[in-house]
């Protein structure tokens, strides 16, 4: 028998999407949800193995590992950047010791693991248009701060023991599903949700504010492909730059308008958030993943507008929203 999937952070706004995504592709008894908290939706509580784990805790972790025979980890628990500013000793205890204890386990257990990293591992002195591959990371918040190390780390894992660790550092990531979660970008999942239920928002970041951006789909697609790849083309390990489209926060509430003409926008930048997001690169190099496992994105700015206004209209009508 095939050995188990576990998903931590599976609550979240990519591990809630990524657990369904892998039921339906590998079947829903053997990908395990792993969360610090009871499921919103039912359907991820209930379509498959739920279990609560606190990664910080490696006794519980290495419990539920050996419950489900775990042979793959997806390492998505982590504290984001706007909470881990907020809260910066949390954010290194979930981020660098979690990260620890599941790379600890995965060396015991030859398991393979994503960890995904960030674009929060770059910082101002990193070319900030089409950020290369191999370049300055000095990152201002602790969340970017732990993103580095922990690219570091999972990569002395993979030279020093052998674990197959593979990870991205997503751009924004923007959902139709899943609220958003006290990440920098959310501004760009936020808009939408406002856009159909007030026909206003208002941006924490400035109008000329570009960042990089994928919608989630494709960042769906991009992890389970990475994973899925020959580990005989990858050059790289842990930290695969990865990027979809870049847009501005006026651009973005430009394209809104197309679909909603009364949509208004102000802008009220918010201090954190806005240095935050100014550190960040505008557009990203993302070269070696295309060569190395063949990564592709599908959805641009035009087609993913129109989508999440779509599937986010048809909740709204129906009272779910």
């Known amino acids: 028998m095939s050995k188990s999937i576990l998903v931590t952070g599976a609550v979240g706004q990519i591990g809630s999407e990524l657990t369904m995504a892998l039921r339906e592709r590998y079947g829903a008894d053997r990908v395990v949800a792993a969360g610090h908290r009871t499921p919103p939706s039912a359907e991820l509580q209930h379509s498959g193995p739920f279990d609560r784990v606190d990664v910080t805790d490696p006794n519980g972790l290495a419990a539920t590992v050996a419950k489900y025979d775990v042979g793959t980890v997806y390492h998505m628990a982590a504290i984001l950047s706007a909470v881990g500013e907020s809260k910066p000793q949390l954010c290194w205890d979930v981020n660098m010791n979690g990260l620890y204890n599941v790379l600890e386990i995965a060396r015991e257990r030859g398991i393979r693991l994503f960890c995904p990293s960030s674009i929060a591992a770059f910082g ?30 999972c990569n002395y894992y993979v030279r020093r023991y052998g674990v197959d660790v593979r990870g991205v550092r997503y751009p924004g990531i923007i959902s139709h599903v899943t609220p958003p979660g006290g990440g920098t970008t959310d501004y760009a999942v936020a808009i939408f949700y406002q856009a159909i239920r007030e026909k206003r928002y208002a941006c924490f970041v400035r109008p000329d504010t570009v960042l990089p951006m994928m919608y989630m789909p494709d960042c769906i697609k991009a992890t389970i ?26 651009e973005l509430a430009a394209e809104i308008r197309k679909h909603i003409p009364d949509f208004a926008v102000t802008y009220e930048p918010d201090p954190v958030k806005q240095a935050i997001a100014d550190s960040w690169p505008q557009s990203i190099d993302d070269s070696a993943a295309r060569q190395e496992w063949g990564w592709q994105p599908h959805y641009d700015l035009v087609t993913m507008t129109a989508d999440m206004l779509d599937k986010l209209g048809t909740r709204f009508r129906e009272g779910r929203l």
């Open 124 to 153: 101002p002195e990193t070319p900030r248009q089409n950020t290369p591959q191999e370049t300055v990371l000095r990152p201002r918040t602790m969340y970017g701060v732990s993103k580095v190390a922990g690219e570091l780390l």
């Open 225 to 250: 492909d990475l994973m899925e790849a020959d580990p005989a083309r990858l050059q790289h390990r842990a930290d695969f730059n990865l990027a979809a489209f870049s847009f501005s926060a006026a």
